[in-house]
């Protein structure tokens, strides 16, 4: 079994579970888990899948196979001892409602689910027309999180949404973000980006991959080169773990405050 490393302090503790067994993608992860304002007030513990998960989760099978093998493997960490679980793979991961059925007392959400809180949080509700999108990796992914945020906002059969503007792929796995070169990364990245921009009047931008945290720069410069400087630099771009630690800090609060 995996185990769970700490980091941090306060009285609040989350986990932060990494559903593929990459350790390189953990530590990213943890580092953008402790750039949110609030990571100071609360403890986050990590964990990586065994060893026989996915290195990298591109598609349905590898999403299955995740959580079984982390359900089966779990036994010997003792999830009473936390307030949250944040499950770090950006897709409708299955693990979000077995530990939320497992596990009532917990509160628990994955960063997919939380992305599209913060998205829909920083969008204009006004007549602008501002929009937000996905970028992703592989062509699996485009429709998978396209049904995927229909179903989370309750939406019934082909009804649009005219904030959402879609997912758009780079091509790219998520384990590719620590292996390909830097420069492939890049242009790869800034292509989904632009296809991404030019969609719509877009305001925010989510990474869909728990891999492209610490690429925002790169997505805001492709940004610029459509929307000029200073419209770029008002994006919002979206980290998904850190989006997941913010809204599970806010959902515990909640159950303090309104209960």
Known sequence: MA???????GNMRILLLNPNSSITMTQSMALAAQETPVSQT???DTYTAPAQAPASINDDVDIKASTT????????LNLDKYDAV???CFSVHSL???????HPRLAVTGIFEASILSALSLVSSDSTGEQWGIL?????WEKHLADGVSEFLGR????????FCGVYSTGLTAGDFHTVSPDEIRAKLRAATTQLVRAGNVACVVMGCGGMAGLEDIIRSAARDVYGHERADKLYVVDGVKAGILQLHQTINSRYTFR
Do not use: E, P, W
């Not at 019934?156 to 904030?163: H, L, T, V």
């Open 3 to 9: 185990a769970a490393t700490s980091t941090g302090g």
């Open 42 to 44: 609360i403890k986050i």
């Open 69 to 76: 093998i982390i359900l089966d493997g779990m036994g010997g």
């Open 86 to 88: 944040l499950v770090a």
């Open 96 to 102: 979000v409602a077995q530990l939320s059925v497992r």
């Open 136 to 140: 992703t990796t592989g062509d699996f």
């Open 156 to 163: 019934d059969g082909n009804a649009q949404d005219r904030k």
